[in-house]
Nanobody
């Protein structure tokens, strides 16, 4: 059973920073990509950032230049560095792990709240 566990959410003021961490374990297959999604109240879940095994990244336009995704392939861990946070970044953030056979596993989510 694959487990994906996030940590690092919390409350921060506008302009502040947070670092989210994620660890994936239990997969029989290699993890091809790791990603971060978020869902704000009343809104659809959206992709925030994603990184492949080869370090190829993509970001939502709303976070480019402020957020940085990274990962340790050997440990199947990942981080999301979030700087210059804005109230509109408030959401539950979910980490995902995509295996090479096409399965995607989700974490339970961690709350990020940015106060104005």
């Amino acid at each position: 059973q694959v487990q994906v566990v996030e940590s690092g959410g919390g409350l921060v003021q506008t302009g502040g920073s947070l670092r989210l961490s994620c660890a994936a374990s239990g997969s029989r297959f290699s993890i091809n990509a790791m990603g971060w999604y978020r869902q704000a109240p009343g809104k659809q879940r959206e992709l925030v950032a994603r990184i492949t095994t080869f370090g190829i990244t993509n970001y939502a336009d709303s976070v480019k230049g402020r957020f940085t995704i990274s990962r340790d392939n050997a440990k199947n861990t990942g981080n999301l560095e979030m700087n210059n946070l804005k109230p509109e970044d408030t959401a539950v953030y979910y980490c995902t792990a995509e295996t090479r056979v096409g399965a995607t596993y989700w974490g339970q989510g961690t709350q990020v709240t940015v106060s104005s």
